[in-house]
C-alpha cells in the first residue's frame, strides 16, 4: 500500500507478519520508524489505557441493564406485572418482554455505525448510554405488561450504539489482526463481569424488598440504570475517537500507528462517506454471509443462557439470595478461561481451531443437561461449560470476522450485519426456555446444541472461503494489483489482490 512499518519485536510479535498469518502485503516504498524515544510496546500500552478500559465500562453496564432483568425476574418481577398466570404454565408474556428488545437492536445496526462516524464515537455512543441508562430507571418505574414491553423496546434502540459500534468498528480501527483478539476478549467478556457482577449486586439489592415502597425487582432496575446514566457523563469526556483525531499522541505517534494500521489492513478511507453501494458490495460477498451464520448460530445458546441461567438455577431448588450468589462462579470462570483462550489465539495468530475446540466444550454442557436430571452439581457443573465455552467462542468468531474486514467502509458495513443478522438469534432464544417446559427445559437445551452445530459449520464455511481466496490470491503474479490506484485498493479493502486473511 505504499507504506511499511520499521520491524520491532515486541510482545504481540513482528509487525511483518507472514504471507500465511493473514496480512496485507506491502511494499516498502516508504519506511515509518518508531517515534523517537518510545517503543511500540509503549505506544501500545498507552493505546490500551485510553481505549480499552471505556469501552469495556460501556459494554459491562450495557448488556448488565439488557440481562438485569433475568435477575429481576427471581424477586417476582413476573408476578406482580401478571406475566404469568397462576395454575398455568403457558404463558409466553415474560418472553415476549425479552424478544421486543431485539426488534430494534437488529434493524438499526448499520445505521447506527454510519451515524457514528457521522457524529464520532465519544458523541454517539455517550448519548446512547445515557438513554439506555435512563429507559432501565424507568423499566423499574413500569406498573403493568404495556409499561415494561414500552421501556424494553426503546432499550433495545438504545443500545444498538453498543454494539458493534464501540468493539467491532473501534477496537479494529486502533489495533492490528494480530494484536486484536487478546482486546476483542476482554471487551466481550465485559459480559461475562456483567454476568457475576449482575448476579452479587441483585442480591445486594435484592434485600433493599420494600424500601421505600418498592419491591426489590424495581430497585435492581432503578440503581443499576442510575449507575449507568452517571458513567456516561464521564464516557463524553474520556472516549477517544479515531487515531487521526485524538490529542493524547504526539503527531509522530499519530503517524506511526496510522501507517502501522496500513501495513496489516490497508487503508481505511475514512475521507468517503459510505454509500449505497458500498453496502450492497459488502453484503454479497460469501464470506460476509458466512461470518455473520457464524455469529447468529452462537448468539441462541449465548443469550439462552444469560437470560435464562438464573431460571435454570432456580430449578435445583436454590433460594433466591443463593441462585443470585450461584450465578457469579461459572460466568467468573468464563472470563478466565476466554482470556487465555484470547491470549494463545495472539500468540499463535489463528482462530479457526479455536472456535471449534470451545464450541465443543459448550456443547458438552448442554449434552450433560439433556442427559442428567437427578444429580445437581453434575448439572451445575455443566453451567461453566456452557458459559466458558460459549463466551470464549462468541468474542474469537466476531474478532475473527471483524478483523479480516479492510477499511472503514467494508468493516463498518460488515460487522454491523454481523451483529444485526446474528442477533435475530436472540429472537429465538428468548422463546426456546418456557415456562412450561420447567425443570428439564428439553426444547431449549435441545435447539441451543443445533444452534452451536450450525456455528460451528458457519466457521468451518468462513475458514475455507479466506482459505481459499488466499490460494488464489497468491496464485497471482506480484503485480496483479500494480494498475489499481490508492483510492482503488482503498475501497477494494480486504478484496485487494495483495491481501491475504487470517485462518
Known sequence: MGVAVANEKTSSGSLDDSHDNGVLETSPVQEVPVPAGTTERRILTKIDLHVVPFLCIMYLLAFLDRVNIANAKVFDLAKDLHLEEPGTKDSTKYNTAL?????????????????????????????????FGFTTIMQGLVTNYSGLLATRFFLGVFETGMFPGA?????????????????????????????????????AIGKMDGMRGYKGWRWIFIIEGALTVFVSFFIWFLLPDFPEDVKWLSEEERTYVKARLAADQGNHAIERPIKLRDVLSVLKDPKVIAGGFAYFGIIVPAYGYAYFAPGILQTFHYGKIETQLRSVPPWAVAFAFSMAIAYTSDRIRHRFLFTLATISIAIAGFAILLGVHDH?????????????????????????????????????????????????????????????DSPRFIPGYSVCLAWFVLSAISCCVYAFL??????????????????????????????????????
Open 167 to 203: 468493539a467491532f468498528y473501534l477496537i479494529g480501527m486502533w489495533y492490528k489482526r494480530s494484536e486484536a483478539q487478546k482486546r476483542y476478549s476482554f471487551f466481550f467478556n465485559s459480559t461475562t463481569l456483567a454476568g457475576a457482577f449482575g448476579g452479587l449486586l441483585a442480591a
Open 376 to 436: 445437581t452439581n453434575v448439572q451445575y457443573a455443566a453451567l461453566f461449560l456452557i458459559a466458558s465455552g460459549a463466551y470464549t467462542a462468541m468474542p474469537i468468531i466476531v474478532c475473527w470476522f471483524n478483523m479480516n474486514l479492510g477499511g472503514h467502509h467494508r468493516r463498518a458495513i460488515g460487522s454491523a450485519w454481523q451483529v444485526g443478522f446474528g442477533n435475530l438469534g436472540g429472537i429465538i432464544a428468548v422463546y426456546v426456555f418456557l415456562q412450561r
Open 99 to 131: 424478544v421486543i428488545f431485539f426488534v430494534p437492536y437488529c434493524l438499526f445496526e448499520i445505521p447506527s455505525n454510519i451515524l457514528l462516524k457521522k457524529f464520532k464515537p465519544h458523541v454517539w455512543l455517550s448519548i446512547n448510554m445515557f438513554l
Open 466 to 503: 479466506c482459505w481459499n481466496s488466499n490460494k488464489k490470491r497468491a496464485m497471482l503474479p506480484p503485480d496483479a494489483g500494480a494498475h489499481l490506484t490508492q483510492e482503488e485498493k482503498d475501497d477494494l479493502g480486504d478484496n485487494a489482490p495483495d491481501y491475504r486473511y487470517l485462518l
